[in-house]
């Protein structure tokens, strides 16, 4: 089944669970992702709160594959910053193969962080988001 953002933004946090621990990790991508918070999932808010998140704070991801990083596009003026490093590793979640995106290394801000991503379409990842061990919200990218 092919998604979109739309549908992911209206499914249960049960569902996107499941759509993640049954999706593959596929490769590390490389370039620029539009990028869409998940929160609040399968309620009427998670749409306009991915809207003002979009525009304001968090607009996506650009990977760097070959070296193992990502920076990470903010604010209205699309600014690159908050790196992380980017490997293959067990997911928090089920400890199966995921991409890591990991902050720990490489930024003061972001430090406690980690995203874990999994491969639900062609240039389509879902994202989990922890704060140490701590789940907070989902997102998406878009190659």
Same mark, same amino acid.
């Given at each position: 089944m092919a998604y979109d953002v739309a549908q992911l933004l209206t499914m249960s946090q049960k569902a996107l669970?499941?759509?993640? #621990?049954?999706?593959?990790?596929?490769? +590390?991508?490389?370039?620029?992702? /539009? *990028?869409?918070?998940?929160?609040?999932?399968?309620?009427?808010?998670?749409?306009?709160?991915?809207?003002?998140?979009?525009?304001?704070?968090?607009?996506?991801?650009?990977?760097?594959?070959?070296?193992?990083?990502?920076?990470?596009?903010? #604010?209205?003026?699309?600014?690159?910053? +908050?790196?992380?490093?980017?490997? /293959? *590793?067990?997911?928090w979640l089920d400890g199966k193969e995921c991409i890591v995106l990991d902050y720990s290394e490489t930024s003061v801000v972001a430090h406690y962080v980690r995203d874990e991503i999994r491969l639900i379409g062609p240039g389509f990842y879902l994202g989990k988001v922890y704060w140490k061990k701590d789940r907070l919200i989902d997102f998406c990218l878009q190659f």
């Open positions: 669970d499941d759509l993640f #621990t049954a999706s593959p990790p596929g490769d +590390i991508p490389n370039g620029q992702a /539009k *990028g869409t918070a998940i929160i609040a999932p399968g309620t009427v808010y998670s749409q306009d709160i991915a809207e003002v998140i979009n525009l304001f704070g968090w607009q996506g991801k650009v990977f760097d594959a070959e070296r193992g990083l990502l920076k990470n596009s903010i #604010t209205l003026f699309h600014v690159q910053a +908050i790196i992380a490093r980017v490997y /293959k *590793g067990a997911s």
